[in-house]
């Protein structure tokens, strides 16, 4: 191999070097993964449709939502259709709910979850009775119910190879590219 040749291959093999060292132990600012859109819908249909029954009175049922990246607000956006049924008196109403949320990882049990749920618009069908009643409290009905849900949980063994490295999940930012988690040196 001549030694131009050779000085290329050497600076591309320390390169390389250096960036898988960065993902690892930070050499040029925390790792960071970023979840791109079509990662986290995927992660939401594990969880959707949603079924839960409240108070034993109602069986609600959350449809797959469709996101938004709110990068400026640190924030996700979602509208989702849902239905509920009465099972008392037998009714039935559908809704479209809008709300926006934070994220936060757990450190408890490596999951990145739902924050903050803020539920913007729910409107319920021509069907519903006392329609403004029940939309104020549908709206808290469903804060409660998404708020801390689970998106993601990391496999234990990439959360046994991550502490090896002395990294943990840290923040989470939304982006205009997708959902970033940085991660931290873990605390001692």
Not at 47 to 59: C, M, T
């Amino acid at each position: 191999m001549n030694p131009a040749r050779r000085t290329l291959a050497a600076a591309g093999i320390a390169v390389a070097a250096l960036l898988g060292l960065s993902s690892c132990a930070g050499l040029f600012g925390p790792p960071v993964i970023t979840l791109t859109m079509p990662e986290i819908e995927r992660l939401l249909q594990r969880q959707f449709p949603l079924e839960r029954r409240l108070a034993d009175v109602f069986e609600v049922t959350v449809a797959q939502p469709q996101l938004g990246l709110w990068a400026e607000r640190n924030r996700l956006s979602v509208r989702i259709d849902m239905s509920a049924r009465d099972r008392l008196m037998g009714g039935s109403w559908s809704a479209q709910l809008s709300f926006e949320t934070a994220l936060r990882w757990e450190p408890r049990d490596q999951t990145l979850r739902l924050a903050q749920v803020r539920v913007q618009d729910l409107v319920l069908g021509p069907d519903a009775p006392v329609r403004s009643i029940g939309e104020r409290v549908g709206a808290l009905v469903v804060e409660r119910m998404l708020e801390d849900l689970a998106l993601y949980h990391l496999p234990p063994d990439r959360a046994a190879e991550l502490q090896r490295h002395g990294l943990q999940p840290g923040a989470v930012t939304v982006t205009a590219r997708g959902v970033e988690v940085t991660f931290a040196p873990l605390a001692h």
